[in-house]
């Protein structure tokens, strides 16, 4: 009954974009017709009265938004070619499956997805499609390379290092080049239940309590027009040189801001990089890997082709890459860090940016995770990774957990005694504190030499300035000179038991390591004697 001029159907997840998508090129080629679809996974999007900020159980209401907006532009690039994105509802491979059995389609076209998540989920769609005789594709296009391909050419583990990644990886494939006129229609609906592309207030979120949304706005069109506002400046592009760049400069930030696009496959990573190669060959002096433009994509490829060749990969028990190391367990801090409460104003206007934006420099999410963990509070880095996957617009499983890992010292990087100032380290971008000054409004009036560090700010100042410590802006929850001592005492400790166990750290060897620092640390009473001073 199949003949060569029946159904498709292309199942949208990330890769929400026209451009350079194999997978809905294959769906349309010779198909009769063709359908288009998302489902909303109550899984991400169903509204979590109880989490800490407005949003679902997984993803705060900047992402939610910014997805959203992204499929209203896909409806509408789908809909000038002839065809439109046909929402459901439900558990993404119940719905899949319905629709299979509802529709004469011959095929089934959806981009690979490395994430466990989504691994689990395409084996039951692949499975049911196989047997019933519906050829399934499913294209590596989320990133540049084939991370299954790389694992191989290592003799089956990720690399781990990103000098070896890059040498093996060599040139990736060039995209897609296709341009449609038009698509082919959808099919008959059968029996089920489509909708047009949900609001916030459709979806739950009509009373969330928001101040101040990402101003970043999801979709293809918004993505590609910021890449080709990119790709004007030649010389900023050839030039291109990270760590360096501003963390303090908001109103224009000083990256490209495009890793929500990429996260969400609204922008092509080939795509990209390829319009980088091509200013590169007009510009022989250019930057190169790891500091560069196509630097920054290779590390994204590193930490997905990491996170996939790694089990466990997004956890310290159970994570060979991950060192065994006694975080502390104290809710108190996490808040105070989670809140931007931690009286440190560089590390609060960084968490209050977050929280608003879903969004900051790469050397600001560095200062507060370094200071969330090995520099300062000693607090696990799942739990600054939760925080993160949950507000950052841009949050991506394989990147977010190599990225906690490296700035904990768990993995990847081990020089722990280097430590991000959260008092000199954003002074160094911003003398004036303009950043603190527009996140922090109760800071505006202090004056540049105190910003950084106001519980040093005479008490004459702080009234002139309408900002007492202690009232109106909160104390600092450690000393950072003697936290960050202990800090390295503490992984110094930790990674002596990794060295000589071998790695293989158990439960036990963990308490009582816990239990020793614990006792070494209460013979200190050093920061008791801090907060009495400061509140004197």
Same mark, same amino acid.
């Given at each position: 009954?199949?003949?060569?001029? @029946?159904?498709?159907?292309?199942?949208?997840?990330?890769?929400?974009?026209?451009?350079?998508?194999?997978?809905?090129?294959?769906?349309?080629?010779?198909?009769?017709?063709?359908?288009?679809?998302?489902?909303?996974?109550?899984?991400?999007?169903?509204?979590?009265?109880?989490?800490?900020?407005?949003?679902?159980?997984?993803?705060?209401?900047?992402?939610?938004?910014?997805?959203?907006?992204? !499929?209203?532009?896909?409806?509408?690039?789908?809909?000038?070619?002839?065809?439109?994105?046909?929402?459901?509802?439900?558990?993404?491979?119940?719905?899949?499956?319905?629709? !299979?059995?509802?529709?004469?389609?011959?095929?089934?076209?959806?981009?690979?997805?490395?994430?466990?998540?989504?691994?689990?989920?395409?084996?039951?769609?692949?499975?049911?499609? $196989?047997?019933?005789?519906?050829?399934?594709?499913?294209?590596?296009?989320?990133?540049?390379?084939?991370?299954?391909?790389?694992?191989?050419?290592?003799?089956?583990?990720?690399? $781990? @290092?990103?000098?070896?990644?890059?040498?093996?990886?060599?040139?990736?494939?060039?995209?897609?080049?296709? +341009?449609?006129?038009?698509?082919?229609?959808?099919?008959?609906?059968?029996?089920?239940?489509?909708?047009?592309?949900?609001?916030?207030?459709?979806?739950?979120?009509?009373?969330? #309590?928001?101040?101040?949304?990402?101003?970043?706005?999801?979709?293809?069109?918004?993505?590609?027009?910021?890449?080709?506002?990119?790709?004007? &400046?030649?010389?900023?592009?050839?030039?291109?040189?990270?760590?360096?760049?501003?963390?303090?400069?908001?109103?224009?930030?000083?990256?490209?801001?495009?890793?929500?696009?990429?996260?969400?496959?609204?922008?092509?990573?080939?795509?990209?990089?390829?319009?980088?190669?091509?200013?590169?060959?007009?510009?022989?002096?250019?930057?190169?890997?790891?500091?560069?433009?196509?630097?920054?994509?290779?590390?994204?490829?590193?930490?997905?082709?990491?996170?996939?060749?790694?089990?466990?990969?997004?956890?310290?028990?159970?994570?060979?890459?991950?060192?065994?190391?006694?975080?502390?367990?104290?809710?108190? $801090?996490?808040?105070?860090?989670?809140?931007?409460?931690?009286?440190?104003?560089?590390?609060?206007?960084?968490?209050?940016?977050?929280?608003?934006?879903?969004?900051?420099?790469?050397?600001?999410?560095?200062?507060?995770?370094?200071?969330?963990?090995?520099?300062?509070?000693?607090?696990?880095?799942?739990?600054?990774?939760? +925080?993160?996957?949950? !507000?950052?617009?841009?949050?991506?499983?394989?990147?977010?957990?190599?990225?906690?890992?490296?700035?904990?010292?768990?993995?990847?990087?081990?020089?722990?005694?280097?430590?991000?100032?959260?008092?000199?380290?954003?002074?160094?971008?911003?003398?004036?504190?303009?950043?603190?000054?527009?996140?922090?409004?109760?800071?505006?009036?202090?004056?540049?030499?105190?910003?950084?560090?106001?519980?040093?700010?005479?008490?004459?100042?702080?009234?002139?300035?309408?900002?007492?410590?202690?009232?109106?802006?909160?104390?600092?929850?450690?000393?950072?000179?003697?936290?960050?001592?202990?800090?390295?005492?503490?992984?110094?400790?930790?990674?002596?038991?990794?060295? #000589?166990?071998?790695?293989?750290?158990?439960?036990?060897?963990?308490?009582?390591?816990?239990?020793?620092? &614990? #006792?070494?640390?209460?013979?200190?009473?050093?920061?008791?004697?801090?907060?009495?001073?400061?509140?004197?």
């Amino acid at each position: 009954m199949m003949g060569s001029g @029946s159904g498709s159907l292309v199942w949208f997840r990330k890769g929400i974009r026209i451009h350079d998508n194999p997978a809905l090129e294959f769906a349309s080629r010779s198909a009769s017709h063709l359908y288009p679809v998302f489902v909303i996974d109550p899984h991400y999007m169903k509204p979590d009265p109880d989490a800490f900020s407005p949003g679902s159980s997984r993803a705060g209401l900047n992402r939610i938004k910014f997805l959203l907006e992204s !499929l209203v532009d896909l409806d509408l690039n789908l809909k000038n070619l002839g065809s439109r994105l046909l929402i459901l509802k439900g558990d993404p491979a119940e719905v899949v499956i319905h629709c !299979l059995k509802e529709w004469n389609v011959s095929k089934l076209c959806f981009e690979y997805d490395t994430e466990p998540y989504y691994q689990a989920l395409d084996v039951k769609v692949k499975n049911f499609a $196989l047997a019933a005789g519906i050829e399934v594709f499913s294209p590596v296009s989320h990133t540049l390379f084939n991370p299954t391909d790389i694992i191989q050419k290592n003799g089956g583990k990720p690399p $781990l @290092s990103y000098q070896s990644f890059v040498k093996l990886a060599g040139e990736p494939p060039s995209p897609l080049t296709t +341009v449609y006129s038009s698509l082919p229609p959808v099919g008959h609906l059968g029996s089920c239940d489509i909708s047009e592309v949900p609001t916030i207030t459709d979806l739950g979120y009509g009373d969330a #309590e928001q101040d101040e949304f990402s101003p970043f706005k999801g979709g293809e069109s918004e993505a590609l027009k910021r890449l080709d506002e990119c790709m004007k &400046d030649k010389k900023w592009v050839a030039n291109f040189e990270k760590p360096k760049g501003n963390p303090s400069a908001f109103l224009k930030p000083a990256t490209t801001v495009l890793s929500p696009y990429l996260k969400f496959g609204c922008l092509s990573s080939r795509y990209f990089y390829q319009r980088i190669q091509d200013i590169y060959r007009s510009m022989p002096k250019h930057t190169s890997p790891p500091v560069s433009l196509t630097g920054q994509l290779l590390w994204r490829e590193f930490f997905y082709t990491a996170a996939f060749g790694t089990p466990n990969f997004d956890r310290m028990k159970g994570n060979r890459i991950c060192k065994q190391i006694p975080w502390k367990d104290d809710d108190k $801090l996490l808040e105070a860090w989670r809140e931007a409460r931690t009286g440190f104003p560089w590390i609060d206007a960084i968490m209050i940016q977050l929280r608003r934006w879903g969004w900051m420099h790469h050397l600001a999410r560095h200062s507060v995770a370094c200071f969330l963990t090995r520099g300062d509070l000693f607090v696990h880095w799942e739990k600054g990774r939760d +925080v993160f996957e949950r !507000l950052l617009i841009d949050s991506d499983w394989a990147i977010n957990n190599g990225n906690w890992m490296w700035l904990s010292c768990s993995s990847f990087f081990y020089q722990y005694n280097r430590i991000y100032s959260p008092t000199t380290f954003g002074k160094k971008y911003d003398p004036n504190g303009d950043y603190i000054r527009h996140f922090l409004p109760v800071l505006k009036d202090m004056p540049k030499e105190y910003i950084y560090e106001p519980w040093t700010a005479p008490k004459s100042i702080q009234t002139k300035a309408n900002c007492i410590i202690g009232k109106d802006y909160p104390i600092p929850v450690v000393s950072h000179d003697s936290a960050s001592k202990e800090c390295r005492r503490k992984m110094g400790e930790a990674y002596a038991l990794n060295k #000589e166990l071998n790695g293989l750290v158990g439960e036990d060897d963990l308490k009582n390591l816990r239990r020793k620092l &614990d #006792e070494s640390e209460r013979q200190e009473p050093e920061g008791k004697r801090y907060k009495q001073k400061l509140i004197g």
